[in-house]
């Protein structure tokens, strides 16, 4: 298994210790069989020394040479991995200086043997991960207990109420930092303790943690979507049990697409309104209404109403933001009222052109 797993990983290693001491470096498996090799041709040949020295699990050197049985002066070295000889490392040269070589690729391969398994581990981990969000994104949980140990295990208590966090990267952000954004997400996770989260393709991660974690840590991501705001949006779904952990990712689903329709990064189910309503409008529809309520208007006019409501419909508030006088504010919300028949200034009016500001 060492072998067929490890071959690539092995040439690298005695290709790095040649570079250094200038020997032949060949690694043996059980079978005596050379599976890796300076000398491409020894690859596959056996090696009887090598095969002696994985069977009693002690280092052989090998004083002179014998050409005539095959046998070369050198070393070779047993390398053990949790108590079991793996593999065996076999340098050709005086023994006196072999031997250093020996040591020196056997750690190497320690080393590099435990940086595999923690990356197998790591990928298992992640793929349970994924699997526990899918499982807990379903209506029907199929094994409730094999759900509830593994929620366990990653900190999670069970019998407490859970939240969705979604957060979605923007297409319209600059090639080449999807790098950089997930790495601040990752560190985001860690920072909030939280455990449970996978990647959903193409673009979105979802996590799962205790209503209680979200709660304390909304500073955090109220900071993290400040920074991020114009590449990603982060929504959190209502707090739910266990068998209705599917109804967060619903909400939160819901909460996103208010994220990226409006001016904040992040938004919270709880804390929705008239987007509760809005959400559920059928595209087509929404797309009719903003025609008929927005119609005639450029986008500085619709950036203009989101400040003038933003700011309570108040002429010297808005000016003040826009660093607009304000006769020339009145001349253009009386420009727009011409363009679009609805008086922004008006209290029914206004409500008909901030449910097409919400829409768009």
């Given at each position: 298994?060492?072998a ?14 040649r ?10 498996n059980?079978?005596?069989i050379i599976?890796a ?8 040949g056996?090696?009887e020394v090598g095969y ?12 002179e040479?014998?050409?005539?049985s095959?046998?070369y ?8 991995h949790?108590?079991?000889v ?12 072999a ?5 020196l ?8 043997v ?13 793929e349970?991960k994924?699997?526990?969000?899918s499982l ?6 199929a ?6 140990s593994?929620?366990?295990?990653l900190?999670?208590?069970?019998d ?13 952000s ?16 860690d ?15 979802a996590a ?11 500073p ?11 590449r990603?949006c ?10 209705r ?5 619903k ?6 697409k ?13 804390e ?10 059928a595209p ?9 309520v ?7 006019d619709?950036?203009?109403?989101r400040?003038?409501?933003?700011e309570?419909?108040s ?17 253009k919300?009386d420009?727009?009222?011409?363009l ?9 009016d206004?409500?008909l ?8």
């Amino acid at each position: 298994m060492f072998a067929d797993i490890h071959k690539n990983l092995a040439m690298q290693i005695v290709e790095a210790v040649r570079e250094v001491c200038g020997l032949h470096i060949n690694f043996i498996n059980a079978s005596g069989i050379i599976f890796a090799s300076t000398d491409s041709a020894r690859i596959g040949g056996f090696h009887e020394v090598g095969y002696h020295a994985f069977q009693t699990g002690s280092m052989i050197e090998v004083a002179e040479d014998d050409p005539a049985s095959g046998v070369y002066r050198g070393v070779n070295l047993p390398v053990y991995h949790e108590g079991l000889v793996i593999a065996v490392i076999g340098i050709s040269g005086p023994p006196e200086d072999a031997v250093k070589y020996a040591h020196l690729a056997e750690r190497i391969t320690r080393l590099l043997v435990r940086e595999q398994e923690l990356n197998h581990d790591r990928r298992v981990s992640s793929e349970k991960k994924s699997a526990l969000v899918s499982l807990l994104s379903t209506e029907s949980h199929a094994n409730p207990e094999f759900l509830r140990s593994s929620l366990t295990e990653l900190h999670i208590h069970p019998d407490r109420a859970l939240r969705m966090l979604l957060i979605r990267f923007r297409t319209a952000s600059a090639p080449g930092c999807e790098g950089s954004l997930e790495q601040g997400v990752l560190r985001l996770f860690d920072s909030a303790g939280i455990e449970l989260y996978a990647y959903r393709y193409p673009n979105e991660y979802a996590a799962v943690a205790e209503d209680g974690l979200i709660q304390d840590k909304m500073p955090l991501f109220q900071k993290f979507a400040e920074e991020y705001g114009g590449r990603l949006c982060i929504a959190i779904g209502s707090a739910e049990s266990l068998a209705r952990s599917f109804r967060s990712l619903k909400t939160a689903q819901t909460a996103l697409k208010s994220a990226l329709a409006g001016t904040s990064a992040l938004a919270v189910y709880d804390e929705l309104t008239l987007e509760l309503l809005l959400g559920n409008v059928a595209p087509d529809i929404q797309a009719e209404y903003q025609r008929k309520v927005l119609r005639g208007l450029s986008p500085e006019d619709l950036s203009l109403l989101r400040v003038y409501y933003e700011e309570d419909m108040s002429l010297t508030a808005t000016g003040r933001r826009l660093f607009m006088h304000k006769n020339t504010l009145q001349y253009k919300l009386d420009r727009i009222y011409r363009l679009c028949g609805l008086n922004p200034r008006r209290f029914q009016d206004a409500l008909l052109i901030c449910l097409g500001l919400k829409l768009s």
